[in-house]
């Protein structure tokens, strides 16, 4: 009886809706995002077809792995870092900071077996 009442309530959303959220799961990753993590791949491997096919691969990989919103904050620590100072030293040593890019790196060490 229970899974009749849950088939009832997915059938009476409107299509559009059920349709767009298994789209956003599947793909959160904003085009640009994407683009821009391709074409930092790229320049670090190589400008060729083969380099972008496999750059596209890496970061769809990771997008299967990663929540995008966990990918953006492991990518804002790792530019916090960048920028060196008194005020960004939390992005150095907190193990908050660390845990956020140790999920990162895990997820671009599975792209990079599986793409590379």
Same mark, same amino acid.
């Given at each position: 009886m229970r899974g009749a009442f849950i088939a009832v309530l997915?059938?009476?959303l409107p299509a559009s809706l059920?349709?767009?959220?298994?789209?956003?799961?599947?793909?959160?990753?904003?085009t640009a995002a994407r683009a821009d993590y391709v074409f930092a791949c790229m320049v670090?491997?190589?400008?060729? &077809?083969?380099?972008l096919d496999r750059c596209a691969c890496s970061i769809d990989e990771i997008a299967?792995?990663?929540?995008? $919103?966990n990918y953006l904050e492991?990518?804002?620590?790792?530019?916090m870092r960048r920028?060196?100072?008194? &005020?960004?030293?939390f992005f150095q040593s907190s193990a908050m900071? $660390?845990?956020?890019v140790a999920?990162?790196? &895990?997820?671009?060490? $599975?792209? $990079?077996?599986?793409?590379?």
């Open positions: 997915i059938m009476a059920s349709a767009q959220s298994v789209a956003q799961q599947l793909n959160d990753y904003p670090t491997n190589g400008q060729t &077809r083969e380099m299967s792995i990663l929540p995008y $919103e492991a990518e804002t620590v790792l530019s920028v060196g100072g008194e &005020r960004m030293a900071a $660390e845990n956020i999920d990162l790196r &895990r997820a671009q060490a $599975e792209a $990079e077996i599986v793409c590379f």
